[in-house]
T-cell receptor, first 118, second 113 residues
Framework: AQKVTQAQTEISVVEKEDVTLDCVYE???????LFWYKQPPSGELVFLIRRNSFDEQNEISGRYSWNFQKSTSSFNFTITASQVVDSAVYFC???????????????FGQGTILTVHP | NAGVTQTPKFQVLKTGQSMTLQCAQDMNHEYMSWYRQDPGMGLRLIHY???????DQGEVPNGYNVSRSTTEDFPLRLLSAAPSQTSVYFC????????????FGNGTRLTVT
């Protein structure tokens, strides 16, 4: 069975600090997809990134970067120079399979509450 | 473009009452699903549908029913509400491709007393 673990329940940083959110996953499939979602205090879920299991390239988008390492089954998320607006709950999620029954069946981690203080 | 619309946003029920959480999407997505969010547990899949007339159970289906008579709508029914169903419920949809992410509604906060 698939599983996603976000060991950090809560992280508190001061503005402009860098912060890394850890995500470790378990799956038996060779084809799978990893996601990060952001849930700001307003409650909606905002898609940040999708990565498939065949693409281990790290990705950078502005202040956000993601480090995917199959060898350690990790998909960590780093925010550089954090800002107060980054305060949110961040979820890592996993979807198995090459299609069909995998459609949108995400297994979520427990979430990490990030608080950025001014 | 409204995306995924959930109603109501808030609901309070008494134990044993029934109700339907509504979910509609205007993106012509084949896939729709319901998740519940509980503190410290992330989001867990309740039911999902890969197209009109087709539904299946997720991780935590007990106490919930769904149907999918149209592509646009995917209502979630609580037949006899229990306090354990107090949660925030999210509906989501996606295109018929693993290249597209799930689009979530804004959630329904349900309290069962």
């Amino acid at each position: 069975a698939q599983k996603v673990t976000q060991a950090q329940t809560e992280i508190s940083v001061v503005e402009k600090e860098d912060v890394t959110l850890d995500c470790v996953y378990e799956t038996r499939d060779t084809t799978y997809y990893l996601f990060w979602y952001k849930q700001p205090p307003s409650g909606e879920l905002v898609f940040l990134i999708r990565r498939n299991s065949f693409d281990e390239q790290n990705e950078i988008s502005g202040r956000y970067s993601w480090n995917f390492q199959k060898s350690t089954s990790s998909f960590n998320f780093t925010i550089t120079a954090s800002q107060v607006v980054d305060s949110a709950v961040y979820f890592c999620a996993l979807s198995e399979g090459a299609g069909g029954t995998s459609y949108g069946k995400l297994t979520f981690g427990q979430g990490t509450i990030l608080t950025v203080h001014p | 473009n409204a995306g995924v619309t959930q109603t109501p946003k808030f609901q309070v029920l008494k134990t044993g009452q029934s109700m339907t959480l509504q979910c509609a999407q205007d993106m012509n997505h084949e896939y729709m699903s319901w998740y519940r969010q509980d503190p410290g547990m992330g989001l867990r899949l309740i039911h999902y549908s890969v197209g009109a007339g087709i539904t299946d159970q997720g991780e935590v289906p007990n106490g919930y029913n769904v149907s999918r008579s149209t592509t646009e709508d995917f209502p979630l029914r609580l037949l006899s509400a229990a306090p354990s169903q107090t949660s925030v419920y999210f509906c989501a949809s996606r295109q018929d491709s693993n290249l597209s992410p799930l689009h979530f509604g804004n959630g329904t906060r349900l309290t069962v007393t």
